[in-house]
């Protein structure tokens, strides 16, 4: 037996339906983010050091815990971060992409976070936060770290004087999309860092020197394929 509408039935029915097809079209349409350089063209570029680390290759072959260490781990502030926020990078992280430009760091983190935990955490360490934007001062005077969820489970974080600064982690649709090395861990090196190499590690300055008169200089290191690997 056909079902029939009553006239102000049918226009309810057709607006529900035309919002949910416009709400799916948004969010089909929306960035995925998922390779690199989707994450790496998030950050500001301009006379910037990059870094891209792809977490979850060098979880997965054991190369992490031998990169990372156990210091920060045993650190008992970092404990209590997450203790406090069930956050840790060595689990929760998959991809880390950084743009480091004097005083001001950019990092964009895909992974999983308990975004209302650590909005709380903020919270309870004299920041704030307005809707999903937070920010919260640091150990250092004058300095805040900031953050906002650009996806659910992709973070833009940002380190500076300015609490605002996060905002600057977005897409750059104007500028070139760089080249992004396959590596599973690679940081690239401005015309800036390798004209004063006199503020590098000591055993990185002969090497600056001799690449001076490079615009920019990309160093990579692959994930060994396994734990016993070099």
């Known amino acids: 037996m056909p079902i ?15 919002a949910i ?3 799916g079209g948004y969010f089909y349409l929306l960035p995925r983010y998922r390779t690199p350089s989707d994450i790496v063209n998030l950050l500001p570029q301009s006379d910037a050091t990059l870094t891209y680390v792809d977490v979850k290759a060098l979880r997965d072959s054991g190369f992490l815990a031998r990169l990372a260490g156990s210091r920060a781990i045993e650190e008992p502030e970092y404990q209590k971060f997450v203790s406090e926020t069930h956050f840790d990078y060595q689990k929760d992280i998959d991809a880390l992409a950084a743009a480091a430009i004097p005083g001001q760091l950019f ?11 650590l909005s709380q955490y903020v919270r309870d360490h004299g920041g704030r936060c307005n809707n999903s934007y937070c920010q919260v001062p640091t150990g250092k005077a ?20 300015d609490p605002s600064s ?27 860092v390798l004209d004063h190499p006199a ?10 020197i001799a690449l001076s008169g490079a615009n920019r200089v990309t160093l ?9 690997g070099g």
């Not at 990579?220 to 016993?228: E, I």
């Open 4 to 18: 029939s509408f009553k006239p102000w039935q049918s226009v309810v029915l057709a607006l529900v339906l035309a």
């Open 21 to 23: 097809a416009v709400i």
């Open 107 to 117: 990092v964009v983190l895909r992974g999983r976070f308990d975004w209302k935990t």
């Open 142 to 161: 004058g300095h805040w770290a900031s953050f906002l969820p650009i996806r659910s489970n992709l973070m833009g974080l940002a380190f500076s004087s």
């Open 166 to 192: 996060a905002y600057m982690i977005t897409r750059h649709g104007k500028m070139p999309r760089l080249e992004i090395p396959s590596q599973s861990l690679w940081v690239s090196l401005p015309h800036r």
């Open 199 to 208: 503020n590098l590690p000591p055993g990185a300055q002969s090497f600056a």
């Open 220 to 228: 990579s290191l692959a994930a060994p394929p396994d734990a016993g």
